[in-house]
């Protein structure tokens, strides 16, 4: 929706959270033109920056896009294994409660 509304939609960044209290029943539904299909884009409004300039196949836009969510999925893993390293690090530079209190 982001790419074929020219940006004015943003997708949302989507996880699943499990809830051990409740039970979870997910279904999938794909409404996909044909890979071949040519997409067009909305116009550009006065001010707004355009996300897809012209038409292309429903093949290429999904590549671009899953490419860009792959990207980001690799960056926020990046970061956490990061933030679990500092924690790590904080840890072992830690004086120990004797030391404290002495």
Do not use: C, W
Request: hydrophobic share 35%.
């Amino acid at each position: 929706m982001q790419y074929l509304s020219n940006g004015r939609f943003k997708n949302a960044d989507h996880q699943a959270v499990v809830n051990s209290n409740h039970s979870r029943l997910s279904i999938a539904t794909f409404q996909n033109p044909a890979p071949n299909a040519t997409v067009y884009p909305l116009k550009v409004r006065e001010g707004e920056k355009a996300v897809m300039e012209e038409p292309i196949t429903f093949g290429e836009m999904y590549r671009r896009k899953m490419s860009k969510d792959l990207e980001l999925a690799r960056m926020k893993k990046l970061a956490k294994e990061k933030q679990l390293q500092e924690l790590e690090k904080a840890k072992l530079e830690s004086k120990p409660l004797k030391e404290i209190l002495a």
